[in-house]
C-alpha cells in the first residue's frame, strides 16, 4: 500500500509560481502529478521514476513545471512556474504499484491517489 498526502495548494495570479508537496509513505517507483479542471478528467502532469533520473511531462506544462523527489524525505515535488489561469485545477499525486518499473501516463494506470490540493490561478 502507497499513502500520499498533498500540499502546498493556493490561489496566486498570473505568472506567479508555486511549490506543490506529495508526503508519499510505502514503496513504489513511478509517480506523477495529475490534474482535474472543473468539468473535465485528470490530465497528465508530470511523471518521475523515484530511483533515477528519469522525468516526464504533458505538452501543457513541460518548461513551466519541474518535478522532482527527495528520496531522504519521502517527499516529491512539483515546482510550478509561469503559472496561467488554465492551470487552475485540483492537483494530485499518484503512484504506481511497487512492482512496476514502466512509465504511463494514463491516470488509470496509477492504484494510488492522495486527497488533492487546489491550485486556482486569477487572471
Known amino acids: 500500500q502507497v499513502q500520499l498526502v498533498e500540499s502546498g495548494g493556493g490561489l496566486v495570479q498570473t505568472g506567479d509560481s508555486l511549490r506543490l508537496s506529495c508526503a508519499v509513505s510505502g514503496r513504489t517507483n513511478i509517480m506523477g502529478w495529475f490534474r482535474r479542471a472543473s468539468g473535465k478528467g485528470r490530465e497528465f502532469v508530470a511523471g518521475?521514476?523515484?530511483?533515477?533520473?528519469?522525468?516526464w511531462y504533458g505538452d501543457a506544462v513541460r518548461g513551466r513545471f519541474t518535478i522532482s523527489r527527495d528520496n531522504a524525505k519521502n517527499t516529491m515535488y512539483l515546482q510550478m512556474t509561469s503559472l496561467k489561469p488554465e492551470d487552475t485545477a485540483v492537483y494530485y499525486c499518484a503512484a504506481r504499484g511497487s512492482m512496476v518499473t514502466v512509465f504511463n501516463r494514463a491516470p488509470s494506470q496509477y492504484p494510488f491517489w492522495g486527497p488533492g490540493t487546489q491550485v486556482t490561478v486569477s487572471s
Open positions: 518521475i521514476r523515484w530511483n533515477g533520473d528519469d522525468t
